[in-house]
């Protein structure tokens, strides 16, 4: 299994960013897919899932109503679209998904929210 963001870089405050995320060697519609992130030198958080069926999603509290997540299967791609982005919102986002009862998880790409 391997998973591989891209779309990270350097936006400021009111911006919009999409990150990606590729995942191989699995069957990609076996499994929901999450997006964590994790601000320098904080504890890695949930940010958004969706489902790998009927593709509901779930957001957390600080990220509803800006972020979007979504899936397109047959590209194998899941994508955390992010508007209206604050400094908060700086971290290392990373993309997750289960194969077989395990976790696997990407490298994560930097989102750096400064003016």
């Known amino acids: 299994v391997q998973l591989v963001e891209s779309g990270g870089g350097s936006v400021q405050p009111g911006g919009s960013l999409t990150i990606s995320c590729t995942a191989s060697?699995?069957?990609?519609?076996?499994?929901?897919v999450s997006w964590y992130r994790q601000p320098q030198g904080k504890e890695r958080e949930w940010v958004a899932s969706?489902?790998?069926?009927?593709?509901?999603?779930y957001y957390t509290a600080s990220v509803r109503g800006r972020f979007t997540i979504s899936r397109d299967n047959d590209k194998k791609t899941a994508y955390l679209q992010m508007n209206n982005l604050k400094t908060k919102d700086t971290a290392v986002y990373s993309c997750?998904?289960?194969?077989?009862?395990?976790?696997?998880w990407g490298q994560g790409t930097q989102v750096t929210v400064s003016s």
């Open positions: 969706i489902t790998r069926s009927n593709g509901n999603t």
């Open positions: 997750k998904v289960q194969d077989h009862g395990q976790d696997y």
């Open positions: 060697g699995f069957p990609f519609t076996s499994s929901s």
